[in-house]
T-cell receptor, first 114, second 111 residues
Framework: GAVVSQHPSWVICKSGTSVKIECRSL??????MFWYRQFPKQSLMLMAT?????????EQGVEKDKFLINHASLTLSTLTVTSAHPEDSSFYIC??????????FGQGTRLTVV | QQPVQSPQAVILREGEDAVINCSSS?????VHWYRQKHGEAPVFLMI?????EQKGHEKISASFNEKKQQSSLYLTASQLSYSGTYFC????????????FGTGTRLKVLA
């Protein structure tokens, strides 16, 4: 199966700072990747669709100025949480579907804002 | 709209069976089932594309109803390793590639 690598696995940052999370497709090219957020004991909520070479498409209710997505190459998408606050603490996970079959997920990033 | 899963949670003894349902308010293009362990990425179980389809492997199987609005996941003779949270990932139309995940079902198998 395809491999999606996400980094870092966990990060603790101070309130007001920004955090960047990377999502890489290791053995395939991904023109589209997806970013999800998951709060404890809840489902994965789609935040945005990351499109290589163009602007991301954000789901309703997701602040695009707060969650900056950049998909500069066919193997890398980044999510930057800007001016993070404690309520942004969550599990962030990316995915890609290289063959229009199942999705392959990164390992996820646990963000804690203190 | 997020598909609704039922039950929200279930506790089983090893060897018992369980059924998890995923219901959508509109017809779906496909349904994908995933299992997630705490703090880990979801793991793919299976995909259903056709109305009336049933498929499975080993002791885990799934069905997709004719109207393509409901899918069920069947776990038979459950094992401890089946514990986790099960999600259905749904596609509303072909070509978008994006999933909307269901509300989730927490399953715990006890020895």
């Amino acid at each position: 199966g395809a491999v999606v690598s996400q980094h870092p696995s966990w990060v603790i940052c101070k309130s007001g700072t920004s955090v960047k999370i990377e999502c890489r497709s290791l053995d395939f090219q991904a023109t589209t990747m997806f970013w999800y957020r998951q709060f404890p004991k809840q489902s994965l909520m789609l935040m945005a669709t990351s499109n290589e070479g163009s602007k991301a498409t954000y789901e309703q209710g997701v602040e695009k100025d707060k969650f900056l997505i950049n998909h500069a190459s066919l193997t890398l998408s980044t999510l930057t949480v800007t001016s993070a606050h404690p309520e942004d603490s969550s599990f962030y996970i990316c995915s890609a579907r290289p063959f229009n079959t199942e999705a392959f997920f990164g390992q996820g990033t646990r963000l804690t804002v203190v | 709209q997020q598909p609704v899963q039922s039950p929200q949670a279930v506790i089983l003894r090893e060897g018992e069976d369980a059924v998890i349902n995923c219901s959508s308010s509109k017809a779906l293009y496909s349904v994908h089932w995933y299992r997630q362990k705490h703090g880990e990425a979801p793991v793919f179980l299976m995909i259903l594309l056709k109305g009336g389809e049933q498929k499975g492997h080993e002791k885990i199987s799934a069905s997709f109803n004719e109207k393509k609005q409901q899918s069920s996941l069947y776990l038979t003779a459950s094992q401890l390793s089946y514990s986790g949270t099960y999600f259905c990932g749904t596609e509303e139309s072909a070509g978008t590639y994006k999933y909307i995940f269901g509300t989730g079902t927490r399953l715990k198998v006890l020895a």
